[in-house]
Nanobody
Framework: VQLQASGRLGATWGSLKFSCVVSGVIFEHYGIGWFRQVPGKEREAVSC????????HYADSVKGRFTISRDNVNHTVYLQMNDLKPEDTAVYYC??????????????????WGQGTQVTVSS
């Protein structure tokens, strides 16, 4: 599995959109998650998609501000981040889970990871 993450500034102030392109596998069979990590702290879940029911899930800290979406045609999962705050500063990662599950916010579920991308939000 290969995961290639990239980001671009959004159209509105304080927004950013990440893309995670997945290759080398049958994309529709994989759950995809976004995680982030601050130096000295454990990696935490941000958002994820479940394969079994197509649902989307969010950490409480980003609910209402971040939106995850999935494009099965282009094998890409997006993370739209709005209303960014300094506490969103972290290295962001996407990851792939090959199993069908009922939850998707646990780091241990993910087998393959993309490279991290630094996001810095200043006040």
């Amino acid at each position: 599995v290969q995961l290639q993450a990239s980001g671009r500034l959004g159209a509105t102030w304080g927004s950013l959109k990440f893309s995670c392109v997945v290759s080398g596998v049958i994309f529709e069979h994989y759950g995809i998650g976004w995680f982030r990590q601050v130096p000295g702290k454990e990696r935490e879940a941000v958002s994820c998609t479940l394969v079994n029911d197509g649902s989307f899930h969010y950490a409480d800290s980003v609910k209402g501000r971040f939106t995850i979406s999935r494009d099965n045609v282009n094998h890409t999962v997006y993370l739209q981040m709005n209303d960014l705050k300094p506490e969103d500063t972290a290295v962001y990662y996407c990851a792939a889970d090959p199993l069908y599950r009922v939850t998707c916010l646990r780091e241990s579920q993910y087998k393959d990871w993309g490279q991290g991308t630094q996001v810095t939000v200043s006040s």
